[in-house]
C-alpha cells in the first residue's frame, strides 16, 4: 500500500463514493444526494482541502480528506481531518492509521500546532484515533423534538 495525495482523475471515484462515506460516518443517520455530497468536498477542495488516498495496484483503498481551519473562539489555525473513509472490502487490514499518520505529518510540517476531527459517539473509528493520540476535547449534545 502506498499513500499518496489524489489526483484530479481520482476524483470520480472520491466523489461516487462520498455518500456512503458520510453515510458511514453519520453510523447510518445521513445519506446525501451525490450532488450534494460533492459540493460539500468541492467546497472544502477550493479552501485548498486535499485527499490523501491509500492505494494499492492503482485501486483506492480509502482516504483522508484534510483542510485547515480556525478555532471560532481564538482563531487559532488548525489541521483538520474532515472524512475518514476506507472502502468497505478493506477494512480491518490496518489502513486507516496510515492515512491518519500521514495527515498529522502532513499539519505537523506546515507548522500546525493541532489537529481536530469530529466523530459520533459509536463510531468505531474513535479507538483508532485515540491510540493515535487524539483526546476528546469537546461534546456536542442533540436533542431529538419529534
Do not use: C
Amino acid at each position: 500500500m502506498i499513500i499518496r495525495k489524489a489526483v484530479p482523475s481520482d476524483l470520480n471515484t472520491i466523489l461516487s463514493l462520498t455518500p456512503l462515506a458520510i453515510y458511514d460516518g453519520t453510523l447510518g443517520e445521513v445519506m446525501p444526494s451525490e450532488e450534494k455530497a460533492s459540493s460539500m468536498s468541492k467546497a472544502l477542495l477550493e479552501k485548498g482541502g486535499f485527499y490523501l488516498l491509500a492505494v494499492e495496484q492503482d485501486e483506492i483503498l480509502g482516504w483522508v480528506l484534510v483542510g485547515a481551519t480556525k478555532d471560532s473562539f481564538t482563531e487559532q489555525a488548525l489541521g483538520f481531518v474532515y472524512e475518514l473513509y476506507i472502502r468497505e472490502q478493506y477494512r480491518g487490514q490496518g489502513h486507516s492509521k496510515p492515512l491518519l499518520k500521514a495527515a498529522t505529518e502532513h499539519f505537523r510540517q506546515q507548522g500546525y500546532e493541532e489537529v481536530r476531527l469530529s466523530a459520533r459517539v459509536g463510531n468505531r473509528a474513535i479507538r483508532i484515533y485515540e491510540d493515535l493520540g487524539f483526546m476528546t476535547k469537546a461534546v456536542s449534545m442533540s436533542l431529538n423534538l419529534e
